[in-house]
């Protein structure tokens, strides 16, 4: 006889439950390493701009050092190398430019995607809740369920017995007759 087979459905059904929330929780894992992975890429390049800061002060004339080149003026060097010089700062304010330039698309990038990780993990955990709020009540009511058939078996089984009382009470009458 197998009375107990939709309990072994319900295992079944119960333990896919479980590799599936075991595999949600490993893709929220998984999440929760890119979203620190890129908070270290984010931290590298603010890094970044501050020693391209610190670089552009230290080449910039504003510290004092010279005062800034008035248009036609030639910096107190004369001829090729005044050139020379101004040529080469307009080069590293380019350079300079570009660099920030990239490093704030660069922390841009990185920022959007830690906000859609973070939106993704969010709809990942409240998935994940609700499946095991459902899994959690699910499992309640299988456990009322096989309280109830538990009561009905034994109710049947004393029936049963009390019929089978009956039958043999009957049956000793007709065998004790003449």
Request: aromatic share 2%; hydrophobic share 40%.
């Amino acid at each position: 006889m197998q009375l107990f087979w939709p309990c072994r459905s319900s295992r079944f059904t119960k333990r896919k439950k479980n590799e599936t929330l075991d595999d949600r929780q490993r893709a929220l894992e998984s999440l929760a390493r890119t979203i620190t992975t890129s908070a270290e890429q984010i931290s590298i390049a603010a890094g970044g701009l501050h020693e391209i800061a610190e670089l552009a002060q230290k080449k910039s004339p504003a510290r004092g050092e010279t005062p800034p080149p008035v248009a036609g003026q030639d910096c107190g060097i004369p001829g090729a190398a005044g050139q020379r010089q101004r040529a080469e700062k307009e080069e590293l304010e380019k350079e300079v430019a570009a660099l920030r330039t990239t490093e704030s698309e660069r922390l841009d990038s990185i920022s959007d995607k830690i906000f859609k990780a973070s939106t993704e993990w969010a709809k990942l955990e409240i998935t994940a809740q609700k499946r095991l709020t459902a899994a959690a009540d699910t499992l309640a009511k299988t456990q009322a369920e096989a309280v109830a058939l538990d009561a009905k078996l034994a109710a049947t089984l004393a029936a049963l017995e009390s019929k089978l009382v009956a039958l043999e009470a009957a049956a000793k009458n007709i065998s004790a007759r003449p």
